[in-house]
């Protein structure tokens, strides 16, 4: 069984750019959720999608994108990059129509803004 | 107020000794609570995951959850200082929604040898 997997590692960027981080879900998973970890904090969810579609959004501007492929692997966009936006990007996989809500995540994208 | 509050720690405690890992939480709405542990630089690890009420045990770990409280715990024994990493608290509504995690801020452990 694959775990979740995310690219790229690490990332740098100036203010003003824009950036797209990309993660592929753990085999049999079907859900794709999107968190952001400022340093010295818990996740923050940004937005999950679901059939390709987005199924929840977090406290996070519309600069804040994303898509998920048929083939349940999924992108965050970020435009309009901010200091602020310095953090690490996690992705989780789960499977909608399991009774509970287990969320598995990936290694993390640590972005650094400039 | 924050949905779930942690104390951040850091905490720091001896080989082998007992661990008590501890949220609170004010939203009522919440059924599934989850511990993950993260080393440091890399993503969150399902630790521990319980719905509702009640305790759950898994080797050194045992989770509880005090709905009436409002408050949930993770009791680590015999720790081990591979056990070093950050706690994060974890809990999300009911009805299979498949809904986002709400976190606590995590708890620094270190546990020395």
């Known amino acids: 069984e694959t775990g979740v997997t995310q690219s790229p590692t690490h990332l740098i960027k100036t203010r003003g750019q824009q950036v797209t981080l990309r993660c592929s879900s753990q085999?049999?998973?079907?859900?794709v959720s999107w968190y952001q970890q400022a340093l010295g904090q818990g996740p923050q969810f940004i937005f999950q999608?679901?059939?390709?579609?987005?199924?929840g959004r977090g406290n996070f501007p519309p600069r804040f994108s994303g898509l998920q492929f048929p083939n349940y692997s999924s992108e965050l966009n970020v435009n309009a990059l901010e200091l602020d936006d310095s953090a690490l990007y996690l992705c989780?996989?789960?499977?909608?129509?399991?009774?509970?809500?287990?969320?598995?995540f990936g290694p993390g994208t640590r972005l650094t803004v400039l | 107020q924050k949905e779930v509050e942690q104390d951040p720690g850091p905490l720091s405690v001896p080989e082998g000794a007992i661990v008590s890992l501890n949220c609170t939480y004010s939203?009522?709405?919440?059924?599934?609570f989850m511990w993950y542990r993260q080393y440091s630089r890399k993503g969150p690890e399902l630790l521990m995951y319980t719905y509702s009420s009640g305790n759950k045990e898994d080797g050194r770990f045992t989770a509880q959850v005090d709905k009436s409280s409002k408050y949930i715990s993770l009791f680590i024994r015999d720790s081990q200082p591979s056990d070093s990493a950050t706690y994060l608290c974890a809990m999300s509504y009911s009805g299979g929604s498949n809904y986002k995690l709400t976190f606590g801020k995590g708890t620094l452990l270190t546990v020395n040898p």
């Open positions: 989780a996989s789960s499977f909608a129509g399991a009774a509970g809500n287990e969320q598995f």
């Open positions: 999608y679901y059939r390709e579609e987005e199924n």
């Open positions: 939203n009522s709405a919440f059924q599934y």
């Open positions: 085999s049999g998973h079907n859900t």
